[in-house]
């Protein structure tokens, strides 16, 4: 048994920021890496950014230089801080984990809103 429990999401006007948190909980093992994706409406989804248990960092070329992706493995919690956001980010953000819950190999959260007004 396993979970992702995202919070931070809201509304936010062009320009400003906002910080995603989310904690993994359960009898997850070998995990590999934690990441955030993000998908809008009529889109499909997409990378935001992804870190492993060695710190390796991947970003999407869109968030590049204002998304900051960080964890804490010791309590399977990754983070997102979006600065400088643009209307184009407005979407669902799910956190996702590569790691294996008995016979299966990664999971996803329910997804958080973010809203950026234009």
């Known amino acids: 048994q396993g979970q992702l429990v995202e919070s931070g999401g809201g509304l936010v006007q062009p320009g400003g920021s906002l910080r995603l948190s989310c904690v993994a909980s359960?009898?997850?093992?070998?995990?590999?890496?934690m990441g955030w994706y993000r998908q809008a409406p009529g889109k499909k989804r997409e990378l935001v950014a992804t870190?492993?248990?060695?710190?390796?960092?991947n970003y999407g070329d869109s968030v590049k230089g204002r998304f900051t992706i960080s964890r804490d493995n010791a309590k399977n919690t990754v983070f997102l801080q979006m600065n400088d956001l643009k209307p184009e980010d407005t979407a669902v953000y799910y956190c996702?984990?590569?790691?294996?819950?008995?016979?299966?190999?990664?999971?996803w959260g329910q997804g958080t809103r973010v809203t950026v007004s234009s």
């Open positions: 996702n984990i590569d790691a294996w819950l008995g016979g299966t190999r990664g999971a």
């Open positions: 870190i492993t248990s060695g710190g390796h960092i």
């Open positions: 359960g009898n997850f093992y070998s995990i590999a890496s």
